[in-house]
């Protein structure tokens, strides 16, 4: 059974930084497509950004571009989303997760990802 645990949330400051973890488990995922996406009370899930889980190329939604950094530690099967010059409107719960299929693009829609995590709330004040 696939699981994805993603921890690192919290309260920080504006400007400050944070590192989001995703841990799976349950199987290993070679060039399937994982993506990270966030959900502020009130509004629909959001794409933030995504990577192949074997490595490669990224990608960011304009309004984290820039700030935020997808990478992975292969050894942990971890991914991880670092978060730098945080926001307000960054406030969210962050969910990470994974493609069961191969897709040649990764798709920027939560309705193409399989596996998700349970989340982790990020708050950051002003």
């Known amino acids: 059974q696939v699981q994805l645990v993603e921890s690192g949330g919290g309260l920080v400051q504006a400007g400050g930084s944070l590192r989001l973890s995703c841990a799976a488990s349950g199987r290993t995922f070679g060039s399937h497509g994982m993506g990270w996406f966030r959900q502020a009370p009130g509004k629909e899930r959001e794409f933030v950004g995504a990577?192949?889980?074997?490595?490669?190329?990224?990608y960011y939604a304009d309004s984290v571009k820039g700030r935020f950094t997808i990478s992975r530690d292969n050894a942990k099967n971890t991914i991880y989303l670092q978060m730098n010059s945080l926001k307000p409107e960054d406030t969210a719960v962050y969910y990470c997760?994974?493609?069961?299929?191969?897709?040649?693009?990764?798709?920027?829609?939560?309705?193409?990802?399989?596996?998700w995590g349970q989340g982790t709330q990020v708050t950051v004040s002003s």
């Open positions: 990577m192949r889980w074997s490595g490669g190329s990224t």
């Open positions: 997760a994974v493609q069961s299929r191969l897709s040649l693009q990764l798709p920027v829609a939560s309705k193409s990802y399989d596996y």
